[in-house]
């Protein structure tokens, strides 16, 4: 069996940057409420995308089907407003005749 | 493929759940790499939120079958030179402002620390220009090696080599003139 390749010793200076710069990091941590912004930011930034989805008809025909896998629902109001939009809904195709 | 594969491939198909693991995972490297390169606990959380939220946008470009941290090095050295350039015009408007109401941002170290000759060390580094800096502390804080550093700083080989050979030099001279006590000349001896 190969034995690890060994490496060559650090100079003092290089001792010297690392030690320094990692006993500074150990002791730092980001907030908790970072993840929770993070998360909250995230699920909102899907949201937009599957939207945008719907809306450009790159899914047109799943939406009602797959449940979303984070805590925002739709409610009628909302689908009916998407479906509006669509260039086959009402506004749509009002848009595409004054077009 | 790499151990990261699974969670990149669920987060792919809009698993945010997945997203909150690799959060978890590389949440530490990423935030203290960004605190090391801005000095700033507030700037760093802001790139940490921000890197992850790039990586849910960018999912689907992210290749499964090689590591993350690279990547997430990347986006990190990328956002915190956005915001040194932002800070160079703004840094004399920041300056009058802390002048006039006093200091507001939140220094990690504590004051007793101060003498201390590691403190004197960061204080070198942080000196130092900032494109230095970044070399520096990807490679000695993250243990990444010359090419890793090139590719996350997106700079030639050549390039990190003579940054990180300036910086020594740069440290040497300065830290030469500060007194060593002896429990940490041992320590970065030994």
Do not use: C
Request: aromatic share 8%; no cysteine.
């Amino acid at each position: 069996m190969n034995s690890p390749a060994k490496r060559p010793p650090l100079s003092p200076i290089d001792h010297a940057i690392f030690h320094s710069l990692r006993r500074q990091a150990e002791a730092q941590f980001p907030r908790l409420e970072v993840k929770q912004q993070l998360m909250q930011r995230a699920a909102e930034q899907s949201l937009l995308r599957r939207l945008a989805a719907v809306l450009t008809g790159e899914e047109p025909d799943d939406y009602f089907g797959q449940p979303l896998n984070f805590d925002i629902t739709f409610g009628w109001r909302e689908l009916a407003q998407v479906q509006a939009l669509r260039p086959s809904g009402a506004f749509g195709a009002l848009s595409g005749i004054l077009r | 493929m790499s151990q990261d594969a699974p969670l990149v491939l669920r987060l792919q198909a809009g698993d945010l759940d997945a997203l909150g693991a690799l959060y978890d995972k590389y949440r530490l490297t990423v935030y203290r790499t960004a605190l090391a390169i801005t000095r700033d606990p507030d700037t760093a959380e802001d790139i940490l939120q921000e890197v992850f939220l790039r990586l849910n946008t960018y999912a689907a470009s992210v290749k499964p079958e090689l590591p993350l941290a690279p990547w997430l090095y990347r986006v990190t050295v990328n956002l915190a030179y956005t915001w040194y350039s932002r800070r160079r015009w703004l840094a004399p408007l920041d300056d009058v402002i802390e002048r006039l109401v006093g200091p507001t941002r939140h220094h990690p170290e504590p004051a007793a620390e101060h003498q201390d000759s590691r403190l004197a060390m960061v204080r070198a580094i942080n000196a130092l220009p900032f494109n230095q800096r970044v070399v520096v502390i990807l490679h000695y804080l993250n243990g990444m090696n010359l090419q890793e550093v090139a590719e996350a700083a997106n700079v030639p080989v050549g390039t990190v080599k003579s940054r990180l050979y300036y910086a020594r030099e740069t440290l040497k001279q300065q830290l030469e003139g500060i007194a060593v006590s002896p429990e940490v000349l041992y320590e970065f001896t030994r």
